[in-house]
C-alpha cells in the first residue's frame, strides 16, 4: 500500500521561506496526483491552501505557492510569519476514486 | 457564505450506529461533491469517502467499506454517513467538505466509540 510522506517537522526563521514536500513511498508525485494543501491550528477545521497542484484557494494571501519538485509536491512559504506556525497537511489522489492524506508537518515559525 | 454544519455525533459502544449530518448552504450544493474527512484524537487527517453530485457514484477508504454508507439529499442540502459496526478506531472528530478536493470544511462533530 502506497504510503503518503510528509516531513513531521520543519522551522522557519520569521521572515523566511519555507518548502514543504509531499511525496510517495514508491514512485513520483505529478500533476496526475491533483495535490493539495491544507492548513490547521490546533483546534479548528483545516482551510485550503492550494488545490490541483498550484491553484491557491479563495483568500489565501501569495505568499503560498504549490508546485512539483522534482518528484514530489511542494507547498512554499514566502515571508512566513508567526501565525504560519501550526500543522500542514497534503492529499493526493490515488485514482479509482480514492485520497489520501499524508502525516502531516508540524511547522515552527522561530 | 458557505456553511457547513456537521451534527449526530456522540458516545457509543462498539458495535453499534450512529448517523453523522451536514447542513449545508452558501453554495449550490446540488453541483458540488462531497465529502467525509475525520481525524482521530491527536492525529492526522484520514479522507473517509465522498459521493458525486447526483449520488450516482461513491467511494470509500478500505478501513470502513462494508460498514460506513456516505449518501446525501439535494432537495435539502445534505450529507449523510451511516456508520455500523462502529470500533475503537473509529473514534474521530467527522468533518464534512465540500468537493473531492475539499475545498470548504465544516469543524466536525466528535465520534466517541468506547463501552
Known amino acids: 500500500q502506497t504510503v503518503v510522506t510528509q516531513e513531521p517537522s520543519f522551522s522557519v526563521s520569521p521572515g523566511g521561506t519555507v518548502t514543504l514536500t509531499c511525496g510517495l513511498s514508491s514512485g513520483s508525485v505529478s500533476t496526475s496526483y491533483y495535490p493539495s494543501w491544507y492548513q490547521q491550528t490546533p483546534g479548528q477545521a483545516p482551510r485550503t491552501l492550494i488545490y490541483?497542484?498550484?491553484t491557491r484557494s479563495s483568500g489565501v494571501p501569495d505568499r503560498f505557492s504549490g508546485s512539483i519538485l522534482g518528484n514530489k509536491a511542494a507547498l512554499t512559504i514566502t515571508g512566513a510569519q508567526a501565525d504560519d506556525e501550526c500543522d500542514y497537511y497534503c492529499?493526493?489522489?490515488?485514482?479509482?476514486?480514492?485520497?489520501?492524506f499524508g502525516g502531516g508537518t508540524k511547522l515552527t515559525v522561530l | 457564505e458557505v456553511q457547513l454544519v456537521e451534527s449526530g455525533g456522540g458516545l457509543v459502544q462498539p458495535g453499534g450506529s450512529l448517523r453523522l449530518s451536514c447542513a449545508a448552504s452558501?453554495?449550490?450544493?446540488?453541483?458540488?461533491?462531497m465529502s467525509w474527512v475525520r481525524q482521530a484524537p491527536g492525529k492526522g487527517l484520514e479522507w473517509v469517502a465522498n459521493?458525486?453530485?447526483?449520488?450516482?457514484?461513491?467511494y470509500y477508504v478500505d478501513s470502513v467499506k462494508g460498514r460506513f454508507t456516505i449518501s446525501r439529499d439535494n432537495a435539502k442540502n445534505s450529507l449523510y454517513l451511516q456508520m455500523n459496526s462502529l470500533r475503537a478506531e473509529d473514534t474521530a472528530v467527522y468533518h464534512c467538505?465540500?468537493?473531492?478536493?475539499?475545498?470548504?470544511w465544516g469543524q466536525g462533530t466528535l465520534v466517541t466509540v468506547s463501552s
Open positions: 459521493i458525486k453530485e447526483d449520488g450516482s457514484e461513491k
Open positions: 467538505a465540500s468537493g473531492r478536493q475539499l475545498g470548504y
Open positions: 490541483s497542484t498550484n
Open positions: 492529499v493526493l489522489y490515488m485514482g479509482s476514486g480514492i485520497w489520501v
Open positions: 452558501g453554495f449550490t450544493f446540488s453541483s458540488y461533491w
